[in-house]
Every structure is written in structure tokens, then in C-alpha cells.
């Protein structure tokens, strides 16, 4: 039994360095990606102004989405996101590259950062983004930082807030069997009501 132990702690432990290797391999990659895109830009740049680093770099977007196989909005938000982690969060984008976070925590990070406003809250968020959200679940890392951007910028979320409440709506989608999946888009407090009315009255139903 012993040796089962130590052979299931050492195939976790490998797998745990698999992942972190992932995540570093996927950190160059975006790195990778943002250096092709800027020397295009810089190339020409020098050879035809800013207009021409622009077409410079549109066309390395799409050399990029042909070779990768990937859609032309994806290359470029994997640019963008890259981009705004080196010049605004260098500590999460180095601990990227070194494996301590997950792609889907860096991009859960940088999901925040887009919703701040002023420019000294990237500070403070690049100083506690790793040590609170590394060791996280992707799901408990997007409340913790939800719950942060809040409590850093109290104005601007009351105005975000505001925005997504004007627009809020319900959609259908076909899903198949003759079923239909109802999404709304709604505020926290009328979600919580709702569920739980729906989960009263499923909890009154006779069983079958």
C-alpha cells in the first residue's frame, strides 16, 4: 500500500509540472506572437509611416491565422492580451511564463484589468493578482477578482453596473429534442430571487 502511495503522489506530481509547463510554453507562444506582429509594424513603420506599420501588422494577424488555423479576431485578441499584460502587469505575465498560473487564470486576470480605470489600480492589481489568485480554481479566481475590481474602483463599477442593467435581455437557442435553452441576462439579486422561486416550487412538485 505504501508504494501505492508514493507511485500516486508521484504521477500527481507529475502531472501538475506538465501543466505548469503547458502554461509556460503558452506564454511564449503569446509572446511569440505579439514580437511577430510588432516587428511587422516597426519594419513599416520605417519604410512608409504609421499607415504602413498598420497594414504591416494587419497582414502578420492574418500570416498568423493562417498558419495557426485560427480565426483572425482570436490572433488578435491573443496579441491585445498579451500586449496589456507586459506593459501594465508585468509580475502576473512573468509568473505566466515561469508556469506558477494557468492560461485560464492569466486570461481571468486580464479580464479584470480590463474593467479598471484608473492607472495606478494595474499596480495594485500586478502586486496581489499571483499570490491570491494562483492557487485558485479558475471559477473562484473570477469572483475573488470580480469582488476586487468592486472594491477598487466602487464609481466605475456603480456605472458599469448601470450600463449592463439597461441592457439586459433574454434569448432562445434551439437545442435539440424539440428543446430550447432560455438564457437571460439579468441583475445578481433578480437571478437569486427567480432560482430560488423556481427551486421552491420544483421542491413542491409530486415525485414521479
Request: net charge neutral; hydrophobic share 45%; charged share 30%.
Amino acid at each position: 500500500m505504501l508504494g501505492t502511495r508514493v507511485d500516486d503522489r508521484e504521477t500527481i506530481d507529475q502531472i501538475v509540472l506538465r501543466r505548469q509547463a503547458l502554461a509556460s510554453v503558452e506564454a511564449a507562444e503569446a509572446a511569440d506572437l505579439l514580437d511577430y506582429v510588432d516587428r511587422a509594424r516597426t519594419t513599416g513603420e520605417e519604410h512608409g509611416g504609421q499607415a504602413q506599420g498598420r497594414r504591416r501588422a494587419d497582414a502578420a494577424v492574418h500570416e498568423l491565422s493562417l498558419a495557426l488555423r485560427l480565426p483572425v479576431p482570436t490572433v488578435e485578441r491573443q496579441v491585445a492580451r498579451a500586449r496589456r499584460l507586459r506593459s501594465q502587469l508585468p509580475a502576473v505575465w512573468q509568473a505566466w511564463h515561469d508556469g506558477h498560473l494557468a492560461t485560464t487564470t492569466v486570461e481571468a486576470i486580464d479580464r479584470a484589468a480590463r474593467r479598471l480605470t484608473r492607472p495606478e489600480s494595474f499596480g495594485l492589481l500586478d502586486d496581489v493578482a499571483v499570490d491570491r489568485v494562483g492557487t485558485l480554481t479558475p471559477g473562484q479566481a473570477v469572483r475573488w477578482l470580480d469582488r476586487w475590481v468592486d472594491r477598487t474602483e466602487p464609481d466605475a463599477a456603480a456605472e458599469r453596473h448601470k450600463a449592463a442593467f439597461a441592457d439586459r435581455s433574454v434569448t432562445l437557442r434551439l437545442a435539440g429534442d424539440s428543446m430550447t435553452r432560455l438564457t437571460a441576462v439579468l441583475s445578481a439579486a433578480d437571478a437569486a430571487a427567480i432560482m430560488r422561486s423556481l427551486t421552491g416550487t420544483a421542491h413542491q412538485l409530486p415525485c414521479r
